[in-house]
C-alpha cells in the first residue's frame, strides 16, 4: 500500500511487529516527521503501532537521533521499574526493533524509519481545554526531565547545533531577512519590526548559561502540549513522546514551550488574534504540575526565570515561523498560503500578553515557591 508517497506496507514489514498487517493510515499534527498508524492481528488480537520517517532534512544524523532515543526510553524504563512504577510500559515510549535487531531502518531512498508501540487509551490535543490539562502536561514533562537527571553514558548527541540558542535564531532572521528570497518582507513589516525591537531579550538565558547562573540538562527541547499523551479517560499525563530533540539543553526552554503552547486556549496558528493570550489560571496550573515533579532540582535562579523563559520561547519559535515564511517554507509542514506568518502573528500576540502580565506571573511563581 502507497500513502503519501511511501510504501509503509514494506516498511512495517522490516520491524518485528506481530501478527497479520490489516493497514496504515497517515497520522498526527507533527510539523516535521512523518508519522503513521499501522494496525495489526495477532490471532483476534489487535495491535497498533507508530512508524516513522525521519525528516533527514532537520535531523541531519538521524542514526544518532536512534541513539539518543535508545538510550532515553531505556533509562525511563529502569527508572520506573526499579521504583514499581504501575502501568509503566505506557509512560514511556517503546522502541520496536527491526527484524535484525536494530533501532531503525533505512530504505533503498535513504529515509530512516522508526516503529514505536502505540500508547493506547492515550490523546494529544492541539491546545488546553482546562487547567488540569496544562497541570497535567506539565507534571508529565517535568518527570520526564527528573527522570534523566541521572542518565548514564555521557552526554548526548546534539541532534540540531543550537537548537535553541535564540540570539543564533536571531542571526539566522537577520540573514533569511537581507536575502528575501521570496520576495515577501513587505508584507510582514510589522512583525520584523517586532522581532528588531526585542533583540536584547534573545540574549538572556544563553548569558544566563555561559556565566554559569543556570546549569546545562538533559532536556526535551520540544515541550509543545501535543507531545504529551494524555489518558483518555482520567485525563492524567501518561507519556513524553517526539524524543527527537532530546539533548543537552536549558530546563527553562522547556519549561517555556509549555507556556508558549498550555497557557492560551487557541491553536498555534489561531488567525482570530482576539482569541489568544496568556490566561493566568493556566499559567498557574503549569506552573504548579511542573514544579510537583521539577521542583527537586530546580536552582532558585532557574525559578526565577520560569516567568521569562515563556516569553523568550514564543518570541524564538515566532521568529522561527518568521523566517521561514520570508525563506519560502523551506522548514515547517505549511497546509495554507501565509501559514507560517499566521503563525508568527499568534506567538507575537501571545508574546506581548505576556509582557503585560509579567509580574502578576512572577508573584504566582513566589507563591508555590514559598
Ligand atoms: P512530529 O515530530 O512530527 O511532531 P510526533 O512524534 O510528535 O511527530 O508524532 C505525531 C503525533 O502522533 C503525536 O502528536 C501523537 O498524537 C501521535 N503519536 C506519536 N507517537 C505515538 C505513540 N507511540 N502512541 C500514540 N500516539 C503517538
Ligand atoms: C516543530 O515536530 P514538532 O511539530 O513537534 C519543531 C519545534 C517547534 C514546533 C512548533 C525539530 O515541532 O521546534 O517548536 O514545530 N521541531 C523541530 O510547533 O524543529
Ligand atoms: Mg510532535
Redesign the pocket.
Known amino acids: 500500500m502507497v500513502k503519501a508517497g511511501y510504501d509503509v506496507a514494506a516498511i512495517a514489514g522490516q520491524f518485528q511487529t506481530p501478527g497479520r498487517f490489516l493497514g496504515v493510515e497517515p497520522y498526527g499534527n ?4 512523518d508519522t503513521f498508524l499501522a494496525s495489526f492481528d495477532q490471532d483476534g488480537t489487535p495491535h497498533r503501532f507508530i512508524h516513522q520517517r525521519i525528516n533527514h532534512t ?1 535531523f541531519r544524523q538521524p542514526g544518532q537521533v536512534m541513539e539518543n532515543i535508545s538510550r532515553v526510553t531505556e533509562h525511563q524504563h529502569r527508572r520506573m521499574a526499579a521504583a514499581g512504577v504501575p502501568d509503566s510500559a505506557r509512560r514511556a515510549l517503546s522502541l520496536v526493533p527491526t527484524r535484525d535487531g536494530k533501532t531503525h531502518f533505512v530504505d533503498a531512498e535513504g529515509n530512516t524509519w522508526r516503529t514505536y508501540h502505540f500508547i493506547e487509551q492515550t490523546r494529544s490535543v492541539d491546545f488546553v481545554e482546562s487547567p488540569r490539562i496544562a497541570y497535567e502536561a506539565a507534571r508529565a514533562f517535568g518527570e520526564f526531565q527528573s527522570l534523566l537527571t541521572d542518565l548514564p553514558g555521557g552526554r548526548l548527541h546534539e541532534t ?1 547545533p543550537d ?1 535553541h540558542h535564540t540570539p543564533k535564531r536571531f542571526q539566522a532572521f537577520q540573514r533569511v531577512l537581507e536575502q528575501d528570497v521570496a520576495n515577501r518582507a513587505a508584507t510582514a513589516r510589522a512583525e520584523i519590526d517586532f522581532v528588531l525591537g526585542h533583540e536584547p531579550v534573545t540574549r538572556v538565558l544563553i548569558d544566563h548559561l555561559e556565566q554559569g547562573l543556570i546549569p546545562e540538562r538533559v532536556t526535551h527541547n ?1 515541550t ?1 502540549i ?2 504529551v499523551m494524555l489518558d483518555s479517560t482520567t485525563h492524567q499525563g501518561i507519556c513524553v513522546i ?1 524524543l ?2 532530546v539533548m543537552p539543553g536549558l530546563a527553562l526552554y522547556d519549561f517555556g ?1 509549555m507556556v508558549r503552547t498550555s497557557t492560551s486556549p487557541s491553536a ?1 496558528d489561531e488567525r482570530d488574534l482576539s482569541k489568544v493570550c496568556l490566561k493566568l489560571d493556566l499559567f498557574e496550573a503549569l506552573v504548579q504540575g511542573y514544579l510537583e515533579s521539577a521542583g527537586a532540582f530546580l536552582t532558585p535562579a532557574e525559578r526565577d526565570l520560569l516567568p521569562f523563559s515563556g516569553k523568550l520561547i514564543t518570541l524564538e ?1 515566532g521568529i ?1 515561523f518568521l523566517t521561514d515564511y520570508l525563506a519560502g517554507d523551506v ?2 509542514k505549511v497546509h495554507r498560503p501565509g501559514h507560517n506568518l499566521d503563525r508568527c502573528r499568534t506567538q507575537f500576540k501571545l508574546v506581548e500578553s505576556i509582557e503585560h502580565q509579567e509580574s502578576a506571573m512572577q508573584e504566582c511563581v513566589r507563591c508555590f515557591s514559598r
Open positions: 507533527g510539523h516535521i516527521n532537520v540540531i537548537f520540544d509543545k501535543n507531545n517526539d527527537d530533540t514551550d498555534e519559535i522561527r522548514y515547517f
